[in-house]
């Protein structure tokens, strides 16, 4: 059951990436983020309201520990995460923004074996060798292209070497992989917290909330939302 539910993640997430580019192209990112942490909440909480009425027999006790790793969760996958992936997204279009994606259970294996004591299989490494594998045929540049564009733009090495880190960062790769270590962090303290207090539901309405507040806190489009609202694409709406 476990592993079709973490197909069925996959195709949602698939098909988000998909649409997120569809949004981008027609309205404003901050605006659209807005949005879609919005409904995050929304959403969250209707399921939240639906549990408490039919499925819970018991009242939810309060866990301190849970709720603080819960606050984690959404700063580094609804808030860092999101924000960082739509940008990869608009940078780098869906399909290579989807290959850097494949990193995230790279750095959640890491990131969970350095501080949860989760052991490594042979299995484990395999998998991070065949990932470590993809993304650089991803992101690989061969040493004559680059030769001919040091050539052509005639600057000496280490004035090559500058632009050339300029131009990894302008063109989205270091945020697509900080975008993948902020969701892997999210979901190894997403893991912790669910160990803590086993209400995720409830866990999703609160990262949720704390993304859509972070959002809006640093928004420079919040004061002006509901008029960039009316301005904006009904479809990418």
């Known amino acids: 059951m476990g592993e079709l539910l973490a197909i069925g993640a996959l195709v949602l997430f698939s098909t988000n990436i998909i649409i997120t580019k569809l949004a981008t192209d027609r309205m ?13 909440v929304i959403f969250a909480s209707f399921l939240f309201v639906i549990q408490v009425l039919f499925f819970t027999d018991q009242p939810i006790h309060w866990n301190g520990k849970g709720f603080f790793l819960f606050l984690l969760t959404g700063l580094f996958s609804t808030y860092l995460g999101r924000w960082l992936f739509f940008e990869t997204i608009e940078k780098l279009g869906p399909t290579r923004a989807s290959a850097f994606q494949i990193t ?33 045929l991803v992101s690989h540049v061969s040493k004559g292209s680059m030769t001919k564009e040091v050539a052509a733009s005639g600057l000496d090495t280490d004035s090559a070497h500058l632009l050339f880190w300029k131009g990894l960062l302008q063109s989205g790769v270091i945020i697509a992989l900080l975008s993948s270590l902020s969701y892997a962090v999210g979901n190894v303290i997403r893991g912790a917290a669910i160990q803590s207090w086993n209400e995720p539901i409830l866990g999703g309405v609160i990262g ?30």
């Open 28 to 40: 404003n990112l901050n605006v659209g983020f807005l949005i879609s942490v919005g409904v995050n």
């Open 104 to 136: 995230n259970p790279l750095f959640t294996t890491i990131i969970a074996w350095l501080f949860m004591n989760e052991k490594l299989g042979w299995l484990d490494l395999l998998n991070i060798i065949l990932i470590l594998f993809g993304l650089f």
């Open 208 to 237: 949720a909330s704390m993304g859509l507040l972070l959002h809006v806190a640093t928004n420079n489009n919040t004061r002006n939302f509901w008029i960039e609202l009316k301005r904006s694409n009904r479809t990418g709406m």
